[in-house]
Antibody, heavy 122, light 106 residues
Framework: EVHLVQSGAEVKKPGESLKISCKAS????????IGWVRQMPGKGLEWMDI????????RYNPPFQGQVTISADKSITTAYLHWSSLQASDSAMYYC???????????????WGQGTLVTVSS | DIQMTQSPSTLSASVGDRVTITCQAS??????LNWYQQKPGRPPKLLIF???NLETGVPSRFSGSGSGTLFTFTISSLQPEDIATYYC?????????FGQGTKLEI
């Protein structure tokens, strides 16, 4: 059974760095894209980025390019989302999700983590 | 970016009703569209992929149709547990984009 387990809620100050994680199990981590989706309080879903752990190929949604970094550690089947300098506007719920499709394509997010709430406040 | 416009934004219905949500894409996305359900405090759940394919384990009262720029999501007989927000999602082109959501109320 596929499971994505995310790290716990974080409270940070503006300017601090942060890395949240998503531990995957129950499938071949190397052969599925995995990505992050942001949901700001009371708002809709925004796709941020995806990574193919097999070769570390990455794709970013332009508003998030340069603001966050997606990475993956194949040895522990874990994906990460990293901020080098948080802003108050980064306060949101962040979901990781496995992306499936034909071959090694990314078409639909079929399994989701439980979410990590990030609060950035001085 | 491809814009996805859902309507309505909010929908009030009764148990047993047939419910329909529409999603319009700003350009032709063939059938590269998915539908998700999100209940309060929960992550989204995939219901329909490639416009009309029911995800494993999803009740058959949920269905999707459409192609090109206009897509429809239908609940044939609304159940109390269907209270949620529903999102469409296009994967024809990067960046992936979601509709703004349709909040379903009973």
């Amino acid at each position: 059974e596929v499971h994505l387990v995310q790290s716990g809620a974080e409270v940070k100050k503006p300017g601090e760095s942060l890395k949240i994680s998503c531990k995957a199990s129950g499938y071949n981590f190397n052969t599925y894209w995995i990505g992050w989706v942001r949901q700001m309080p009371g708002k809709g879903l925004e796709w941020m980025d995806i990574i193919y752990p097999g070769d570390s190929d990455t794709r970013y949604n332009p508003p998030f390019q340069g603001q966050v970094t997606i990475s993956a550690d194949k040895s522990i089947t874990t994906a990460y989302l990293h901020w080098s300098s948080l802003q108050a506007s980064d306060s949101a719920m962040y979901y990781c999700a496995r992306c499936s499709g034909s071959g090694n394509s990314c078409y639909y997010f079929d399994h989701w983590g439980q979410g990590t709430l990030v609060t950035v406040s001085s | 970016d491809i814009q996805m416009t859902q309507s309505p934004s909010t929908l009030s219905a009764s148990v047993g009703d047939r419910v329909t949500i529409t999603c319009q894409a700003s350009q032709d996305i063939t059938n590269y569209l998915n539908w998700y359900q999100q209940k309060p405090g929960r992550p989204p759940k995939l219901l329909i992929f490639h416009a009309s394919n029911l995800e494993t384990g999803v009740p058959s009262r949920f269905s999707g149709s459409g192609s090109g720029t206009l897509f429809t999501f239908t609940i044939s007989s609304l159940q109390p547990e269907d209270i949620a927000t529903y999102y469409c999602h296009q994967f024809d082109n990067l960046p992936f984009t979601f509709g703004q959501g349709t909040k379903l109320e009973i």
